[in-house]
């Protein structure tokens, strides 16, 4: 091995923070003797198995890594027919929502800090009045970049002419003329809704204000421009969701933190992960959702998918099964938990009986909203392992996850998220959608999450929330693709370059969709 292959390995293991022996080195250079033609796959490989491993120290000794390296050797011995195999499981990281690093914008400082204290699951009053906050700043240090609504550099009336400059609600008072405010559209008091920023609340009227596209309710955080009338009421003329950023301007701003969960890539890194991903043209991913387990009708509609794609040339790299996975709501009423078990047993039969799927595909499995759990706040966590015990027999290597939950492929980001949003979004409407870019109902849904920059707007009280945990649902900076399991039609649209699609309802509609990562193809599929 070269001195360029020493430096290579020394520099990648001092990025996740190792220092190596030299013992230690000469192993882990033996180790990448076998793979010539792909030693930084095998690098990062040998990093990500070394992660699960519990180490004494962050200076590595040669035995840690000699049994780390052992059990990748045997396993490469095992599947030397398929040398792809490894780089496509290390290029692909799912991620728990609870294992999301939470970070907090500091508006006196302007920069971004991570929560390092323990996120407890039942916060304290002060978590509730955070979780308004945190969204309020994320969404107002991301308006402060836009050039239509920054501080004029100079007060000239040349400078005020297309400036939108935000004026804090407190500053209201008194003023005449036209403003512009940004504040969370909240109801203080019953069939009075009010806009509230970190400085103060007014109440508002939105009865002849032109909006643009989305779903404006309770809890949105909206710009509006309006006047204060002599009643003490903020008369709004037209208002609409923050901007959009473009991802690599969010990305620029963060100094390197890891917003998504799925690691912190040198430029280096990111370059060649995405060459690997352009020529990943055979991985694909299959996404079901409604999937019941206890229906005979849904469970061979099943065994024809599985059966399809057993027969073709290239298997899909995952199938990502959604809840729900019961045809009756797993509540306090329901007692066939047992019953349940089974099925899940019975599904891994099937896939089982797929010798080419079990052996090339991963199985993820993210809970719907009336699956088995401590309750039906958001995030949920995984499928109880009681359930899961039976399946795990037959597929040991499944991944069960929560909802939402993330994938790193590559370099692309991937948010998954199994909510029967669409319906409840409509509901809790303040004003009728505005019809005149679309009329699409999923459109509207999705320009609302992305400006939001977070899955689940709605009011606590249509849609708990765990206090401490709410950043699990941020969108920022923005993914590169959106999943939205629903139960309305099955629909794909591409806002701002973000690929959003939901695969509809299997066990209703027999809808599901194929997706391909390296080109953001959606393939909208039914039986």
Known sequence: MGAATRKKVQRKFKIRGYTLKVETLDEILSFLSHFQDAEDEAIDLLLDELENESLKSSILDKESVHRVVSLLLEAEAAVEETPGAISTRSALRIVDAFLMSKFCYDPIKKIFYENTGRLAIHGDASAKSALYRNRFLLLFQRLSRDQHFSKPAFDTEMSHFGSCEISPIQSLIGQTGKRWVMGVISQLEDGHFFLEDLTASVEINLSNAKITTGFFSENTIIVAEGEMLLDGIFQVSTCGFPPLEDRDESLASLSGLDFFGGGTLTREE???????????????????????????????????????????????????????????????????????????????????????????????????????????????????????????????????????????????????????????????????????????????????????????????????????????????????????????????????????????????????????????EVELSAL
């Open 270 to 520: 990111t370059l060649r992960l995405a060459g690997l991903e352009k020529k990943a043209v055979n991985d694909m991913f299959v996404i079901l959702s409604d999937v019941w387990l206890d229906n005979e009708e849904t469970m061979g509609k099943l065994a024809t998918v599985l059966d399809g794609y057993e027969n073709v040339e290239v298997v899909p790299s995952l199938f990502i099964f959604m809840g729900n996975f019961c045809s009756h709501p797993c509540n306090l009423s329901f007692h066939s938990f047992s019953s349940l078990r089974l099925q899940f047993g019975k599904l891994g039969q099937m896939i089982a009986s797929h010798p080419r799927l079990k052996e090339h595909s991963q199985f993820l499995f993210i809970p719907g909203p009336d699956d088995a759990g401590p309750s039906t706040v958001l995030p949920r966590c995984a499928l109880p392992n009681y359930l899961t015990e039976e399946f795990k027999k037959y597929i040991p290597n499944a991944i069960f996850s929560s909802n939402p939950c993330r994938i790193k492929f590559y370099t692309q980001e991937i948010v998954l998220f199994r909510q029967d949003l669409l319906y409840r979004m409509r509901r809790s409407c303040l004003v009728p959608p505005s019809p005149e870019e679309t009329s699409d109902p999923f459109e509207h849904l999705v320009a609302t999450i992305t400006h939001q920059s977070h899955l689940c707007p709605l009011p606590l009280s249509v849609q708990p929330i765990i206090w401490n945990y709410d950043h699990c649902l941020h969108l920022y900076p923005n993914p590169h693709t959106i999943v939205l399991g629903d139960r309305s039609e099955q629909k794909a649209f591409k806002y701002t370059g973000i690929m959003c699609f939901n695969p509809g309802s299997f066990s209703n509609e027999s809808t599901f969709v194929a997706y391909r990562p390296c080109s953001q």
